[in-house]
């Protein structure tokens, strides 16, 4: 993924995406072009790992949040690989998982934004968690100290990692 490649709306579900593919979309998220908005990787068989490697991604590229001030919207649910502590149809435990994981996320974005001195921003991931935001909105938008912050990136139904369908 090179040259003026400009994605909006990138939607790559059930196209047998690995990890390698991940770390090539990285690639899009630094370009000068405008930096997707939407990247729908669902169903694949994308590792922990490569949602870390796009989540750092997104961490250290200043198109990050947009200027639509609202963040990455970024489908990784119901990978066809196992992710350890996750168990389907155990949907309470699987959100406290996802709640730890983000727990350590939140660090390491924090870094990876410090790293290529880019602003801290008050919330880095937004699960958007029952239906309180979409692709095109965060109930965590808002105006402080003269600016608008909103986090980095929506991880919508992170939560389900069990692609049985």
């Known amino acids: 993924v ?5 994605v909006v709306n990138l939607r790559l579900h059930k196209n047998r995406v690995g990890n390698a593919g991940a770390q ?3 690639h899009l998220m630094h ?36 200027r639509s001030r609202r963040p990455l919207w970024l489908r990784v649910e119901r990978q066809c690989v196992p992710w350890k502590g996750f168990v389907p149809g155990a949907d ?8 730890e994981m983000l ?4 660090r390491w974005m924090s870094h990876a934004r410090d790293e ?5 921003v008050s919330y880095m991931l937004c699960q958007a968690w029952k239906g309180e935001c979409t ?3 965060c109930k965590w938008s808002h105006w402080a100290q003269g600016a608008w912050s909103c986090p980095l990136v929506h991880v919508p139904f992170l939560w389900n990692q069990s692609a049985n369908d």
Request: hydrophobic share 40%; with cysteine; charged share 15%.
């Open 2 to 6: 090179t040259g003026q490649v400009s």
């Open 24 to 26: 090539a979309l990285t």
């Open 31 to 66: 370009a000068e072009a405008p930096a997707p908005e939407e990247i729908h990787l669902s169903h694949n068989y994308l590792k922990p790992c490569a949602v870390k490697c796009l989540l750092t991604a997104a961490a250290a590229s200043v198109h990050y949040p947009t």
């Open 92 to 99: 309470a435990e699987n959100q406290a998982r996802v709640e």
């Open 103 to 106: 727990r350590w996320a939140n």
């Open 116 to 120: 290529v001195c880019l602003p801290r």
């Open 135 to 137: 692709a095109n909105s």
